[in-house]
C-alpha cells in the first residue's frame, strides 16, 4: 500500500476523529479543570453500549439512542462524581480508573449487555445511510470511499465539540474551571461551589465520552467489553501531552499526529508479524508519554504554565 | 454605621469556645471573642498561636472539633468555604494563593459576585444579561486595580507579579466578592511601607463607606497600634487578652505573651 | 490542605500491633460466622484459597504504597512489573534451569530494571519538580512500554510453568494444587519476612522514615537519594516475587495480567492506609480472603468485582485506610 492511499489515510482520519472527541472531554479535565479523569473509557463503554442494546434490544432508531446514551454516561459521571471529586487528585484518579474497570467487567460478566460475545447487528440503519451518502458523493467522483461518510459525520461533530468548548472555555464559566486548576481552595474562598463546577465539568467529558463511543460502534461493527478496558483512556492521555494541556487545537493535532505514528508504522515494512506490530504500536504510546512528560510535558502547543496541578 | 466603644449593634461575629486539634497538636484550644460591625480589629499572636487555623475555621477551611461560630447572627461552623463566603464573609491567606496562569485581570473578574455567565444553563438562557453583568464586573475589577497600582499589570499573568502584588491583588480579589466582613491574614507581608500604608487607608475608607467589618492578623505592632480599632491577643490557642491599642500596650499578659518576644526580634 | 508543610509526623509508632491483632481477631471471627453458615469443608477450602491470593496481592501492594508514601507517584507500573518478574522467570525455567534460580534471577532483573528506570526516568523528574500530572504520565508510560515489549517478545498466548498444575495434595478435607500450596507456604513466609524486615532492619526502619515523612527524613539527614533507588530496587524484587507467585498460584499468565491485578494491588494499598507498608501486608491478607469468601456465595466470575467493590467503599467511607496514613480528602 502507498502513502498516498486514500483509504488509509481516512483510516487514520476516522480514528483519529473519534480518539479526538474523546480526548476533549479529558482536555476539559485534565487540562482545564485539574481533574485526573482516567475512567474517560468507562463513560465510552456506557454510551456505546446504551446505543447498542437500545438498537438491538428494543429497536430504537440508531439517532434517537444518541441522546439517551449521553444521558447515560451524563448520569454515571455524576454518580461517579459525587463521592469521588471530594477526594484529593490521586485518589479521584484510583477511584475513576476502578470505575472504567467495574463498567468493562459487570459488560463482560452480565447476561443483559452479551458478555464477551458483546452486541452485534445495530448498525444495519447507519449502513443504509452510508450507501446512501456513498452514492451522492459519487457524484462528485468520492464514491469510491465507503468509510468516507462517517469521516465527514466524525469530523463535522469533533469540529462543533471544540467550537462549543471553545466557546466555553472564554465565559464565566470556563474561568472558575481554570481557577480551580489552578487552586481550588481559593476558588472556593472566592464563592465558588468547587464540587458543582468540578461535576459539571465531569459530566461534560463524560457526555464527550458517549459521542466518541457511538462513532466508535459505527466504526467497528460489533462491540465487545475488550475494546474498552483502561488503555483506551491512555492514548487520550497521549493525545493531550502531544498537542498539549489546556488547548483545544492541541487535541486536533494531537490526534492527527499519533494516529499518523501508530498506522504508519505499517510503512515501515517491518519483518514482523500483525501481533508484534500491534504490541510495537504501544510501546510507541507509551515511549511518547515518559519522554513527552520529561522533555516537554506542556505538548506541541500547550503552555507549560497551564499544566501545574495540585496534590 | 458609628463604632464607638457603646454601641448597642449586635457583633457581626461570634466566635465561642472554639477547639481545633490537629494529632497532638492543639491548634485553637478554646477561643472566644465577638468582632464589633464596622471595626478594624487587629488580631495578633505569636508564631504558632493558632491565628491561621482560627481563620480556616470561620471560613470553613476546617471544621472546629467543638465551640460555635456565628456570623450575623447565624451559625456557621461546618459550613462548606463558598457558602461562608457567599454570606459576605471573605478571607485572604497568608502564603498568598492567586490563579498564577491567569491574568490579573481575571483573577479580579473571577470573584465577581452573581455572575449569570457561571451557570450553563443561565449561559445560554440568560444570555444578555450574563454579558451585561461581565462588563459591570470588568469596571469594577479594572476601577479595584487602579486604586491599588495594578491596572498597568491587568493583562499580565498574575504567576509574574511580585510577592507584594500578589498580596495586593488577593486583597482586591477579595473585595470583588462584596463582603462585609473581610479576614486578612498578614496583609502587609513584604508590602513596601508606603503601599501598605496606602492599602490601610483603603481599609479604613472601605469602612467608613461601605461600612465594612475588618479582622486582620498583623506582627508589626506599629502598624497595630495606629490602625487598630480593637485588638485580640492569641497565644497557644485561645484569646488570652484584647481591647483597646492602648490597654493592650499595657496589659502584662500581653508583654509577656507577645511583646517581649516582637520587641526582642526587632 | 492549608500550609499542610506544618504538619507534624503523624503518631504511626505508637505500636502496630494492636490494629492487626484486630484485624486477626476479625478474619477469625469471619471465619467461624462462615464455617456456621457454610460448613467447615466449603469455608475452610475457600480461606485457604484466600490466602493463596493474599500473597501475590499483599508482597505486590507493599512496593505500590512504599513508592506512593516516598514519592507521591502512583505507580501504574507496578502491575507490569509483576509481569516481568513471572515472565522473566518463565523463559529462565523454559531454558532448563531449575526454578529456584530462575525466580531468583528474575527477582534481580525486575529489581534492576525498577533501578534502572529510577535512573532514567524518576530521577531526573524528582529533580526538574514535575507536577502529578507528568508523574502520572510517565508511570502509564512505562507501563505501556514494559507491558507490550514483554507481549513483543513473549506474544499475548496464555503460558504456564510447564510443570504438572494439575497435580494437587489433600490436607484432610481440603485440596490444594501443588503449586498452589507452595504458593501459599512462600507467601505467608514472606510476608512474615517482609513485616518483620520493615520493623527490625535498617533498611525497612529507613524506608518507613521517608514514607512517613521525605521533608524530615530529608532534614535528619538520611541519604534521600540512595534510599529512593533502594526502595525502587525493594519494590521491583518483592513485585517479582509476586508475580512468580501469582503464576504459581493461578498456573497460568498473560501479559495483561499485572495490569489486571493492579487495582486489586491499590485496593490492598488504600485499604491499609496509602504509604503505609503494614497495612498493604494487612490489606493484601483481607483482600485475599474477600475475594475468595465472596465465592462462597456468588458465582466465581464476579471475584474482581468483590475488590472493586471492597476499593469504592474504602474510598467512600474509611478514605485513611483501617491503618490510616495519608489523608485522603482535600
Ligand atoms: N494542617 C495542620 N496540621 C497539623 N498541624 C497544624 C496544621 N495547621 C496548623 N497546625 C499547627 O497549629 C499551630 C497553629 O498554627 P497557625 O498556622 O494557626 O499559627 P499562626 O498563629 O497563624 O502562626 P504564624 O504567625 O506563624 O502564621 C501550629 O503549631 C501549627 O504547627
Ligand atoms: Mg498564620
Known amino acids: 500500500m502507498s502513502i498516498l492511499n486514500a483509504d488509509f489515510w481516512i483510516g487514520v482520519g476516522v480514528i483519529a ?77 484510583i477511584a475513576t480508573i476502578a470505575f472504567a474497570e467495574i463498567v468493562r467487567y459487570v459488560l463482560q460478566n452480565a447476561a443483559f449487555a452479551g458478555g464477551n460475545q458483546g452486541i452485534i447487528g445495530y448498525d444495519a440503519e447507519w449502513r443504509d445511510f452510508a450507501a446512501w451518502a456513498s452514492d451522492r458523493l459519487a457524484a462528485i467522483g468520492l464514491g469510491e470511499q465507503m468509510q468516507l461518510p462517517l469521516l465527514f459525520s466524525i469530523w463535522l461533530v469533533f469540529a462543533l465539540c471544540v467550537a462549543v468548548l471553545r466557546w466555553l472555555r472564554r465565559t464565566p464559566w470556563g474561568r472558575v474551571l481554570t481557577a480551580i486548576r489552578e487552586d481550588e481552595d481559593a476558588a472556593a474562598a472566592l464563592g465558588k461551589n468547587v464540587l458543582a463546577f468540578k461535576l459539571q465539568s465531569l459530566a461534560i467529558a463524560a457526555a464527550l465520552a458517549a459521542i466518541a463511543g457511538f462513532f466508535l460502534a459505527l466504526n467497528v461493527t460489533y462491540l465487545y467489553p475488550g475494546e474498552f478496558d483502561p488503555t483506551f483512556t491512555f492514548f487520550g492521555y497521549a493525545v493531550l501531552i502531544l498537542g498539549g494541556f489546556a488547548s483545544y487545537g492541541g487535541v486536533v493535532l494531537g490526534t492527527i499526529v499519533l494516529w499518523t505514528l501508530i498506522e504508519g508504522l505499517r510503512f515501515l515494512d517491518l519483518p514482523l508479524s500483525s501481533g508484534e506490530v500491534g504490541s510495537l504500536r504501544f510501546v510507541l504510546v507509551g515511549l511518547t508519554l515518559v519522554v513527552l512528560s520529561m522533555a516537554r510535558p506542556q505538548g506541541l502547543l500547550g503552555r507549560r504554565a497551564e499544566m501545574q496541578l495540585r496534590q | 454605621m458609628t463604632h464607638s466603644a457603646g454601641s448597642p449593634a449586635p457583633p457581626i461575629l461570634v466566635v465561642e469556645d472554639v477547639h481545633k486539634s490537629f494529632g497532638g497538636v492543639r491548634a485553637v484550644a478554646g477561643a472566644s471573642f465577638a468582632l464589633q460591625r464596622g471595626a478594624i480589629t487587629a488580631l495578633i499572636g505569636p508564631n504558632g498561636a493558632g491565628k491561621t487555623t482560627l481563620f480556616d475555621l470561620i471560613t470553613g477551611f476546617a471544621a472546629p472539633d467543638a465551640g460555635a461560630i456565628r456570623f450575623e447572627g447565624k451559625p456557621i461552623e461546618g459550613l462548606p468555604p463558598h457558602s461562608v463566603t457567599r454570606r459576605g464573609l471573605v478571607r485572604t491567606f497568608q502564603l498568598t494563593r492567586v490563579f498564577a496562569a491567569m491574568t490579573v485581570l481575571d483573577n479580579m473578574m473571577l470573584a465577581g459576585r452573581g455572575q449569570p455567565g457561571e451557570g450553563l444553563l443561565q449561559l445560554i438562557a440568560r444570555r444578555t444579561a450574563g454579558q451585561r453583568v461581565e462588563g459591570e464586573v470588568r469596571e469594577r475589577a479594572l476601577a479595584a486595580l487602579h486604586r491599588f497600582d495594578l491596572d498597568g499589570k491587568a493583562g499580565d499573568y498574575a504567576g509574574t507579579l511580585s510577592g507584594g502584588q500578589r498580596k495586593l491583588l488577593e486583597l482586591a480579589r477579595a473585595l470583588m466578592t462584596d463582603p462585609t466582613l473581610v479576614l486578612l491574614d498578614e496583609p502587609m507581608a513584604g508590602v513596601n511601607r508606603v503601599l501598605g500604608s496606602r492599602l490601610l487607608d483603603d481599609v479604613e475608607e472601605l469602612r467608613r463607606t461601605a461600612g465594612m467589618t475588618f479582622l486582620f492578623v498583623e506582627h508589626d505592632m506599629d502598624i497595630v497600634m495606629r490602625r487598630a480599632d480593637h485588638v485580640i491577643v492569641m497565644a497557644e490557642g485561645a484569646v488570652i487578652a484584647e481591647g483597646s491599642p492602648d490597654a493592650i500596650r499595657a496589659d502584662p499578659r500581653v508583654i509577656d505573651a507577645y511583646l517581649g518576644q516582637a520587641r526582642s526580634r526587632t | 490542605m492549608i500550609e499542610e508543610a506544618s504538619a507534624p509526623p503523624s503518631p504511626r509508632w505508637h505500636s502496630r500491633l494492636p490494629p492487626a491483632a484486630w484485624l486477626a481477631l476479625v478474619i477469625i471471627a469471619a471465619l467461624a460466622l462462615l464455617a456456621g453458615v457454610k460448613g467447615p469443608v466449603e469455608a475452610g477450602q475457600a480461606t485457604i484459597n484466600g490466602l493463596v491470593d493474599a500473597g501475590y496481592v499483599a508482597l505486590g501492594a507493599v512496593g505500590l504504597t512504599l513508592i506512593f508514601g516516598i514519592l507521591r507517584i502512583i505507580n501504574f ?49 524528582r529533580r526538574m519538580q514535575t507536577s502529578t500530572l507528568q508523574l502520572l504520565l510517565a508511570a502509564i508510560g512505562i507501563a505501556l512500554v514494559l507491558r507490550y515489549t514483554i507481549q513483543f517478545f513473549a506474544g499475548s498466548q496464555v503460558r504456564s510453568f510447564g510443570q504438572d498444575i494439575l497435580s494437587a495434595v489433600n490436607l484432610g478435607p481440603w485440596h490444594l494444587g501443588t ?133 469504592i467503599l474504602t474510598l467512600l467511607v474509611l478514605p485513611r485506610g483501617i491503618f490510616g496514613r495519608v489523608p485522603a480528602r482535600t
Not at chain 3, 523463559?91 to 534460580?101: D, F, V
Not at chain 3, 539527614?221 to 512468580?244: H, K, S
Not at chain 3, 492506609?273 to 483482600?287: E, Q, T
Open chain 1, 17 to 93: 476523529g473519534i480518539y479526538g472527541i474523546f480526548a476533549l472531554g479529558l482536555q476539559l479535565n485534565v487540562g482545564l479543570t485539574g481533574l485526573l479523569n482516567l475512567g474517560q473509557a468507562g463513560f465510552m463503554c456506557i454510551g456505546a453500549y446504551a446505543m447498542g442494546m437500545l438498537v438491538v434490544d428494543a429497536g430504537w432508531p440508531i439517532l434517537a439512542t444518541l441522546p439517551v446514551a449521553i444521558a447515560a454516561a451524563v448520569l454515571a459521571g455524576v454518580l461517579v462524581g459525587l463521592p469521588s471529586l471530594r477526594l484529593r487528585s490521586d485518589y479521584f484518579a
Open chain 3, 77 to 125: 507500573a507496578h502491575g507490569d512489573f509483576l509481569t516481568l518478574g513471572a515472565y522473566v522467570a518463565l523463559m529462565i525455567a523454559a531454558s532448563g534451569l531449575p526454578i529456584w534460580l530462575a525466580a531468583a534471577l528474575a527477582i534481580l532483573v525486575t529489581a534492576a530494571v525498577a533501578a534502572a528506570l529510577d535512573k532514567l526516568v524518576w530521577e531526573p523528574m
Open chain 3, 179 to 311: 503449586l498452589q500450596l507452595v504458593a501459599l507456604l512462600a507467601g505467608i513466609a514472606l510476608i512474615v519476612a517482609v513485616g518483620l524486615g520493615l520493623r527490625f532492619t535498617a533498611v525497612g526502619k529507613q524506608m518507613r522514615a521517608l514514607s512517613d515523612n521525605m521533608a524530615l527524613a530529608e532534614v535528619t539527614g538520611i541519604d534521600t537519594r540512595g534510599a529512593i533507588r533502594l526502595t525502587w530496587i525493594v519494590a521491583g524484587a518483592l513485585a517479582a516475587i509476586a508475580g512468580i507467585l501469582y503464576a504459581a498460584a493461578v498456573g497460568t499468565i498473560n501479559p495483561n495480567f499485572g495490569s489486571l491485578i493492579l487495582l486489586s494491588l491499590f485496593t490492598a494499598a488504600v485499604l491499609g492506609g496509602i504509604g503505609n507498608a503494614y497495612g498493604a501486608l494487612l490489606g493484601g491478607i483481607v483482600i485475599g480472603l474477600a475475594q475468595e469468601w465472596s465465592t462462597l456465595f456468588l458465582n466465581a466470575r464476579w471475584k474482581p468485582a468483590v475488590g472493586f467493590a471492597i476499593l
